[in-house]
């Protein structure tokens, strides 16, 4: 009788072991967050990428890019500046960071498409007359011409990429 009662204990703890196991199985997430990612993008319409490549090779586009984030922190700069009415610095900093300076210049011939360079200078260009615009200390006006200059990011953005 003794030794029915433990070859019982014995099986129910098997059985328990068994079950423990199975269901600890059972609660490993089924859906790693690299799934979850491809998944965002499944059933949805992206458009081809069919802007113009610059061909650029690795250094020029790590120049590009470094001289990109830069032009974007000179618009966060002119924006602040506008708000806290510092017109004079926000003038140099247009003219300095987006302007036609000798090195932007360069810059846009580097890339070999007279098509991109042309845009790049107009684009430098507008950074030039909001600069001036700027010094009139006009809010109205000064926001105008922030706007126009914007445009070229857009514009260029829209049709070439590296
Ligand atoms: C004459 C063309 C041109 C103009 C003007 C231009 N960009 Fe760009 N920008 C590019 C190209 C080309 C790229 C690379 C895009 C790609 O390959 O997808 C780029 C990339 C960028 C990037 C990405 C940087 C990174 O590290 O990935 C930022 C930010 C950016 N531009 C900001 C601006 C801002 C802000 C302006 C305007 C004040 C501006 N750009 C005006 C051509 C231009």
Redesign the pocket.
Known sequence: MKHHYFFVLFLLSITWLACAQKSEQKETPESPKIEQKADLHEGMDIPEDNRIS?DLLPKQKRH??QN??S??VA?QTIVELIAKNDFDLASKVAHSQ?GSTTEMKLMCASFGNKD?ED??LN?HASADHLSEVLKTKDPKKSLEALSV??N??IN??AN???
């Open positions: 610059l590009q890019l990109m984030r032009h974007l618009v987006l991109f845009l790049g684009f200059t914007m070229y990011c260029c953005h070439y990429r590296q």
